[in-house]
T-cell receptor, first 113, second 113 residues
Framework: EAQVTQNPRYLITVTGKKLTVTCSQN?????MSWYRQDPGLGLRQIYY???????DKGDVPEGYKVSRKEKRNFPLILESPSPNQTSLYFC????????????FGPGTRLTVT | GQQLNQSPQSMFIQEGEDVSMNCTSS?????WLWYKQDPGEGPVLLIA?????ELTSNGRLTAQFGITRKDSFLNISASIPSDVGIYFC?????????????FGTGTRLAVRP
């Protein structure tokens, strides 16, 4: 089954404790992206990647890092999480380098206390 | 970070009515996209628009890419209860590093049977 998986689905952590949210897709998609969703603000793009070793900042990259060492994986790293990073995070992937149909993962709800 | 102005914020309509929502921006986009998000799920692509002036339909949905490339609208005709959800517009800018996506803040639609 074609899908985007994210882990963990739910995470409660404390300020400053490094964490990684994994994202993996099995569709051989080139384009992958991370978004955060906050009430009243919609989705905001954090980082995107058009292919292996090619990443760029979205609108809200501060406090996040990403890497794209393999085509299928695109982990999101929070080196020192802060409470303002409490949010619902979505990973997505699409074929090609253009914005074709993006397949979204199920979301990761992160709480930083 | 940049965001699109999407209106209205919410709509509460009678089943069978038509719905219209729009997005405006101060920036030009290469692509406009419309997504729908159901509770607890990631967004799903409804319509993609690739050229200024383009008018595209998908069943009861019709969307247009504004000729100035700074706006787009989505119409839903003869609404039904399963149209309930949050609708997001998104504009994409093509960069050498890939497509950077900016989302609107969403229109929450409720349909009264």
């Amino acid at each position: 089954e074609a899908q985007v998986t994210q882990n963990p689905r739910y995470l409660i952590t404390v300020t400053g404790k490094k964490l990684t949210v994994t994202c993996s897709q099995n569709m051989n998609h080139e384009y992958m992206s991370w978004y955060r969703q906050d009430p009243g603000l919609g989705l905001r793009q954090i980082y995107y990647s058009m292919n292996v070793e090619v990443t760029d900042k979205g609108d809200v990259p501060e406090g996040y890092k990403v890497s794209r060492k393999e085509k299928r994986n695109f982990p999101l790293i929070l080196e020192s999480p802060s409470p303002n990073q409490t949010s619902l995070y979505f990973c997505a992937s699409s074929a090609g380098t253009a914005i074709n149909e993006q397949y979204f993962g199920p979301g990761t709800r992160l709480t930083v206390t | 970070g940049q965001q699109l102005n999407q209106s209205p914020q919410s709509m509460f309509i009678q089943e069978g009515e038509d719905v219209s929502m729009n997005c405006t921006s101060s920036s030009i986009f290469n692509t406009w996209l419309w997504y729908k998000q159901d509770p607890g799920e990631g967004p799903v692509l409804l319509i993609a628009l690739y050229k200024a002036g383009e008018l595209t339909s998908n069943g009861r949905l019709t969307a247009q890419f504004g000729i100035t490339r700074k706006d787009s609208f989505l119409n839903i005709s003869a609404s039904i209860p399963s149209d309930v959800g949050i609708y997001f517009c998104a504009g994409a800018v093509k960069k050498s590093s890939g497509d950077k996506l900016t989302f609107g803040t969403g229109t929450r639609l409720a349909v009264r049977p």
